[in-house]
């Protein structure tokens, strides 16, 4: 059983930054794929983005392209998730999970979850 813990979550005003991580307890990342999810109040979880487990192969939700920066460090056993120029509307309980396949971006498809950080961008 794969066990993830994500960090790095908080409270930020918009036009900031946070970087969010995640890494899994008891095992490795080696041949997962990993995904960030976010849900706000209210709203079903979401897609956020998404890598390959070289790291070759990344997806971004159109919301966050161009603000938001998938990465992973294998040798750090740890993925990242770069959120710069936040909005208020970014605000949510950021999930991680994996899955031992290809890189996917819809929830049913991840094996595995973290139990979230929480993320709030005040405007």
């Known amino acids: 059983q794969v066990q993830l813990v994500e960090s790095g979550g908080g409270l930020v005003q918009a036009g900031g930054s946070l970087r969010l991580s995640c890494a899994p307890s008891?095992?490795?990342?080696?041949?997962?794929?990993v995904g960030w999810f976010r849900q706000a109040p209210g709203k079903e979880r979401e897609f956020v983005a998404a890598i390959s487990w070289r790291g070759g192969s990344t997806h971004y939700a159109d919301s966050v392209k161009g603000r938001f920066t998938i990465s992973r460090d294998n040798a750090k056993n740890t993925v990242y998730l770069q959120m710069n120029s936040l909005k208020p509307e970014d605000t949510a309980v950021y999930y991680c999970?994996?899955?031992?396949?290809?890189?996917?971006?819809?929830?049913?498809?991840?094996?595995?979850w973290g139990q979230g950080t929480q993320v709030t961008v005040s405007s």
């Open positions: 008891g095992c490795t990342f080696s041949m997962l794929a």
């Open positions: 999970a994996a899955r031992k396949s290809a890189v996917a971006v819809s929830t049913p498809e991840y094996d595995y």
